[in-house]
């Protein structure tokens, strides 16, 4: 079900719960900004989410409201992830999906890091 990218945060969405600890992840690295973890319906060998700790809706909600050490922390986990998955060099992708029309599916910020594989083009024709 897709969400919308803006509008008040929900404290019970899947990622609220996973950062309380309510709910498992298998753990890829975690800091003070953020929690990355491994999808669990990966769409490549690598498909690792990567959230940042505040509560956050969307990219758009994030890169307005966080603080500056949220938005350099956050960055600075993404790619500390994808070099620690070995994924630097034969290259990966980053998405984030933002509201109804780009597929957001839970409303809390967050990054899809895809790996392992050549990923082809970024959209069909």
Do not use: W
Request: some cysteine.
């Amino acid at each position: 079900m897709a969400v919308s990218g803006i509008g008040p945060y929900d404290p019970q969405n899947i990622f609220a719960r996973i950062l309380r600890g309510e709910l498992p992840c298998k753990k890829v690295y975690e800091d003070a900004y953020a929690l990355a973890f491994h999808d669990i319906a990966p769409k490549a060998p690598v498909h690792v989410l990567v959230i940042p700790k505040g509560a956050y809706v969307s990219f758009a909600d994030f890169s307005a409201k966080a603080s500056e050490a949220e938005i350099a922390g956050f960055i600075r986990a993404v790619g500390m992830v994808a070099r620690d998955l070995g994924l630097d060099a034969p290259g990966y992708r980053l998405v984030s999906n933002t509201g109804a029309e780009g597929g957001q599916e839970v409303p809390h910020f967050h990054v899809h890091l895809f790996g392992g594989r050549a990923l082809g083009s970024m959209l069909p024709g």
